[in-house]
T-cell receptor, first 111, second 114 residues
């Protein structure tokens, strides 16, 4: 699976929007962009995924660059429960169908 | 509610002992996975199974074994051959393992050496 690059950590104030960036310059045409988050001592939780177009769901929005070499996860109003490690993953669905997790971005939310 | 149940939440292993971690899902998913997570690191794939009675090694299968006798169950055995078993173990499942399907995770088992 192709590699992604994310900042190690970010901070946000509560109730403000958060933009979490991800670079994936070697993405292939069949790679989906998946985002998961992991709270301490819990399993990862699926957030959102997309292929080419921007996507919205009840948790977040995903903005995908036109060349698909980068994407941004948008949390519209950060809450304390959004403090977690966020992983951006390229998922080709080929081979082992595994998700290849990097170190992600640790998001801190300030009350 | 559908989901993945992992047990136990905490497990301790003695020297030379095999231990088995349980993973059960009621999501009717075909594909199941076992990952290992070390502190401050991402997840690494141990084994995966796309269908009953079939499974494949992941990136770090040495010292581990699995079985898939039922669709809803995918237990992981950490054998005495695994010299550094202390880690957080996560089980996941997905519908047919396709790239546009999310994986659902359990809450993990934390394994430590006594």
């Amino acid at each position: 699976d192709a590699k992604t690059t994310q900042p190690n950590s970010m901070e946000s104030n509560e109730e403000e929007p958060v933009h979490l960036p991800c670079n994936h310059s070697t993405i292939s045409g069949t790679d989906y962009i998946h985002w998961y988050r992991q709270l301490p001592s819990q399993g990862p939780e699926y957030v959102i995924h997309g292929l080419t177009s921007n996507v919205n769901n009840r948790m977040a929005s995903l903005a995908i660059a036109e060349d698909r070499k980068s994407s941004t996860l948008i949390l519209h109003r950060a809450t304390l429960r959004d403090a977690a490690v966020y992983y951006c993953i390229l998922y080709s669905g080929a081979g082992s169908y595994q998700l290849t997790f990097g170190k992600g971005t640790k998001l801190s939310v300030i009350p | 509610d559908g989901g993945i149940t992992q047990s136990p939440k905490y497990l301790f292993r003695k020297e030379g002992q095999n231990v088995t971690l349980s993973c059960e899902q009621n999501l009717n998913h075909d594909a199941m996975y076992w990952y290992r997570q070390d502190p401050g690191q991402g997840l690494r794939l141990i084994y995966y199974s796309q269908i009953v009675n079939d499974f494949q090694k992941g990136d770090i299968a040495e010292g581990y074994s699995v079985s898939r006798e039922k669709k809803e169950s995918f237990p992981l055995t950490v054998t005495s051959a695994q010299k550094n078993p202390t880690a957080f173990y996560l089980c996941a499942s997905t519908d047919r393992g396709l790239s546009n399907q999310p994986q659902h995770f359990g809450d993990g088992t934390r394994l430590s050496i006594l």
